[in-house]
């Protein structure tokens, strides 16, 4: 079946240690999102690329960044991980034209 | 600028008794509206959307919405509630139509009593 997967589905990382989250999708979707969801909150948008193009929210930390190096993989990388930065990272796609995105399942982020 | 309110952060319903999650939304143009679903530590599913046309949409698991304009809402019902129901949904909208910036309510965590 197609779909977005996420790896791995828990993560623990250091404070200060930098940490990378995958994201690979089947759907051959040209969007892609990070979003950042914190305990009993909803979803807030880091960032997404419109194919290649790289879109950042404005308030986003610098301390996020992301890549894209082809249509079907996208990371995640948090270069100094904070206490604040634990939460679960969402990974979604969507296509030009459609409506709505698919999630992957998520990657919950622990630093310690 | 769109905006999205859901009443009720946490909504408690006996198995079997109707579900009702109250969702209302503000957008400067015809907005397309969503109902997500997630599970504890798990991403969101797509439980129905409305775009155009029909305005009560049926979706996934027996939930259906109705879209309101005049209200300005998107109500979220389901008439008999199960234990596998009890999750967070969030409603969502969306002003662009290629869906590529979702608002998203703040949730509302749905308990289902024996």
């Known amino acids: 079946d197609a779909m977005v997967i996420q790896n791995p589905r828990y993560q623990v990382t250091q404070f200060g240690k930098p940490v990378t989250l995958s994201c690979s999708q089947t759907?051959?979707?040209?969007?892609m999102y990070w979003y950042q969801q914190k305990s009993s909150q909803a979803p807030k948008l880091l960032f997404h690329y419109y194919d290649k193009d790289f879109n950042n929210e404005a308030d986003t930390p610098d301390n996020f960044q992301s890549r894209r190096p082809n249509t079907s993989f996208c990371f995640l990388d948090i270069r100094s991980p904070g206490l604040g930065d634990a939460a679960m990272y969402l990974c979604?796609?969507?296509?030009?034209?459609?409506?709505?995105?698919?999630f992957g399942s998520g990657t919950r982020l622990t630093v310690v | 600028a769109q905006s999205v309110t859901q009443l009720g952060s946490h909504v408690s319903v006996s198995e079997g008794a109707l579900v009702l999650l109250r969702c209302n939304y503000s957008s400067s143009v015809p907005p397309y509206l969503f109902w997500y679903v997630q599970y504890p530590n798990q991403g969101l599913q797509l439980l129905l959307k409305y775009t155009t046309g029909a305005t009560l949409v049926k979706g996934i698991n027996g939930f259906e919405a109705e879209f309101k304009k005049s209200e300005t809402s998107f109500h979220l019902t389901k008439p008999s509630a199960h234990m596998s129901d009890a999750a967070e949904y969030f409603c969502?909208?969306?002003?662009?139509?290629?869906?590529?910036?979702?608002?998203f309510g703040s949730g509302t965590q749905l308990t289902v009593l024996p």
């Open positions: 979604a796609t969507s296509l030009t034209g459609g409506y709505g995105y698919t």
């Open positions: 759907l051959n979707h040209n969007v």
């Open positions: 969502a909208v969306s002003e662009d139509g290629s869906a590529r910036q979702l608002t």
